[in-house]
Structure formats: C-alpha cells, structure tokens
C-alpha cells in the first residue's frame, strides 16, 4: 500500500533549465508535504515543504505546488544546477508525525 | 553544534543473528525516529523515540526494537537477522515531537548487509 509515490525513477534536465519532479498521494489525512534531497553517501536533506493549507511555497529556486483535490505535488527547480544532481524524495505526514516516504526520484542535471 | 552521528558505518552479520545499531541526535533534539531504506526504495519508518518513550511505529515485526537514553541518544536493535533486513538504516532527530513532522536531521545511515 504505497500512499505516496514517485513514479519517475529518473529524470534527466539540461543545466539551466526547470526540472520538474513530481508526487502522488493518496491518503486525504495527509497535512504536511515536505521535500528530501539525497546525495550518495549522505543522509537525506530537507529541501522544503508545504502545508495543506497553501497551494504554493517558494524558496529561492525551489517552488512546491499542491493540487489537493487531484492529491498532487510537484517541485520545481529554475534554474537547474549542476550541484542539484541527487535522488529527491517526496515524504508526507499527518497528526501522528510520521513520514510517509515515496521512492525517490533521481535528477541529472547534464551540462 | 554536532550533527546526527551513527555507528557503525557498515557491518556484516549472518542471518539469524542480532544487530544493534546507534544513533546520537543532534544537540538540544529529544526525539529520534528510526528508518529502513532498502535498495531502490524511500525510507519506511520504524518507530520513533520522544522522551525516552516510544512514540509511534511502522509495519516492522517485534524483532525491530529500540531504546533512547536519557541523553536522547538512541540504539535500533533487530533480532533474528533475515536476509530482507539488508538495509540502509537512518537514524533522524528533531527538536520535539510535534517538529518531528517538519524538522528532522538525518545522519549518514548505517549500511547492513544479512548474509
């Protein structure tokens, strides 16, 4: 029972451009969507997240959308970096505070 | 300000075995949550730590068990080794329960291998 999924494994983007990562979920409870950023040999990293209550958070070149009534979220990175090649993974959480996580999606950013 | 620290990077153990990992929270954190990442996969939960209490726990027989201490440090010990225990293990803290939804530190992670 996979409540959040990521179904790109893999996304390849040219430098300068957007990457666009995506994210679905299906548990209506959820009230917290949070972005992890994950390099090879490290722990996962918190990108950004958002609240249910919003539809949009920006942070510098990171923007997270939330379609709650199609349970979507996207991230959204201008102008992809070289540096933002990693595995980025959706993660979501309701009042017991637990993460639920999806897959991973790997970005490339190719020169 | 330390970060999260785990030990041991990797380890080997034969399945059927047991396992203790540990994990040390950041300074000032009180709570610790416990992850299995297999291979390909998103972390899964295992439980959580608030307080030297359990708080909380993901699908993962009684095998998985765990202890913080009172310097909220914690161990994830696994009983009865199978090959599926083949993990990742990461270890997160957070500066209280209700932070732990939206603020966790991850550390590096321990690599075990079940043979």
């Known amino acids: 029972d996979q409540q959040v999924k990521q179904n790109s494994p893999s996304l390849s983007v040219q430098e300068g451009r957007i990457s666009i990562l995506n994210c679905d979920y299906t548990?209506?409870?959820?009230?917290?969507f949070l972005w992890y950023k994950k390099y090879p040999a490290e722990g996962p990293t918190f990108l950004i997240s958002?609240?249910?209550i919003k539809d949009k958070n920006e942070d510098g070149r990171f923007t997270v959308f939330l379609n709650k009534s199609a349970k979507h979220l996207s991230l959204h990175i201008v102008p992809s970096q070289p540096g933002d090649s990693a595995v980025y993974f959706c993660?979501?959480?309701?009042?017991?505070?637990?993460?639920?996580w999806g897959a991973g999606t790997k970005l490339i950013i190719k020169p | 300000e330390t970060g999260v620290t785990q030990s041991p990077t990797h380890l080997i153990k034969t399945r059927g075995q047991q396992v203790t990992l540990r994990c040390s929270s950041q300074?000032?954190?009180?709570?610790v949550s416990w992850y299995q990442q297999a291979l390909g996969q998103g972390p899964q939960f295992i439980f959580q730590?608030?307080?030297?209490?359990?708080?909380g726990r993901g699908n993962f027989p009684p095998r998985f068990s765990g202890l913080q201490f009172p310097n909220y440090s914690s161990e994830l010990n696994v009983n009865a080794l199978e090959l599926d225990d083949s993990a990742l293990y990461l270890c997160?803290?957070?500066?209280?329960?209700?932070?732990?939804?939206?603020?966790?530190?991850f550390g590096p992670g321990t690599r075990l291998t079940v043979t």
């Open positions: 997160a803290s957070s500066p209280g329960l209700a932070k732990s939804s939206y603020e966790q530190y």
């Open positions: 300074s000032g954190h009180n709570t």
């Open positions: 730590y608030y307080r030297e209490e359990e708080n």
């Open positions: 958002i609240s249910s």
């Open positions: 548990n209506s409870m959820f009230d917290y």
């Open positions: 993660a979501a959480s309701g009042s017991n505070y637990q993460l639920i």
